[in-house]
């Protein structure tokens, strides 16, 4: 059982819908994952929705702040830091953008929203009550988060700076290297430059499942989008990515047979 109880510094630890319409997300993801959605009032700000599995801590799906209007859905993810107030501090000095924070979430942490110099953004986050995701590379969890990068020496050389995370390469099949994220000598992450034109700087989001196929079908069934069909990547597994029915797009990840 995949249960974690702690992150390092500089680990993904949590991943976080932000979509226009939560109950068209809590349907279609309970669907296709089979999540225990709990939600969780916000007063003036509305609700947030507790994503869980077994009672254990999964994801969240919040609705669009003000100013939002518009904005297609999108997954974004929370990398773990000790003191989210001291890492927020080397932001500009590295080359990137502090845009939203430090500030507490409640009782549960404290957070930074960011953007490295390559544009792509990501949320800082320094557990308080809460750690973030706490069940993961199972089916219907995370399993993996990668930056997408047209600059990766610059957005790698950020988050080394700021983070003191580490990198390597991963020769895979066919020639191509991978770009690895270390932590305390753990690789908990990747990064890669975008496969296609006009792809912007991003963190990705993978989901585990027990079949890339079937999810594919059922995420279709309940009004989703194949954006690249179902792929293997010889060594990895077999993969998918998705978008919903708001435009948040994710990806899927089977376990090599």
């Known amino acids: 059982m995949p249960k974690i109880d702690a992150y390092a510094q500089g680990t993904p ?31 003036d700000a509305g609700y947030y929705v507790a994503v869980g599995k077994e009672g254990d801590s999964v994801a969240g799906i919040s609705g669009q702040m003000p100013g939002m209007e518009g904005h297609p859905a999108f997954w974004g993810v929370y990398l773990t830091v000790d003191d989210v107030d001291a890492a927020a501090a080397k932001v500009a000095g590295a080359g990137g953008t502090v845009e939203a924070g430090p500030f507490d979430v409640m009782d549960l942490g404290r957070m930074a929203a960011i953007q490295d110099p390559s544009g792509a953004r990501v949320n800082l986050w320094q557990a308080g009550a809460t750690i973030g995701t706490t069940r993961a590379n ?4 995370p ?22 995370v580490g990198w390597e390469a991963q020769e895979m099949e066919g020639g191509m290297d991978y770009t690895c994220l270390v932590v305390d000598g753990r690789q908990v992450g ?21 079949s890339v196929d079937d999810t594919v079908a059922r995420a279709v069934q309940l009004g989703g989008t194949v954006v690249a069909p179902a792929f293997d990547v010889p060594g990895v597994g077999r993969m998918a990515i998705l978008a919903d029915p708001q435009g948040a797009m994710f990806n899927l990840m089977q376990n090599p047979g």
Request: glycine residues 10%; hydrophobic residues 40%.
């Open 13 to 43: 630890s949590y991943v976080e819908l932000t979509t226009p319409d939560q109950a068209a997300a809590k349907e279609f993801y309970g669907g296709l994952f089979g999540w225990e959605l709990e939600d969780v009032p916000m007063g």
């Open 138 to 141: 199972e089916p219907g969890t």
């Open 143 to 164: 399993i993996w988060n990668e930056l997408i990068s047209p600059d990766l020496p610059a957005a790698t050389a950020f988050y080394t700076e700021v983070l003191g």
């Open 190 to 210: 990747g990064a890669m430059p975008p496969m296609m034109d006009g792809v912007p700087p991003h963190w990705n989001v993978y989901f585990n499942v027990e």
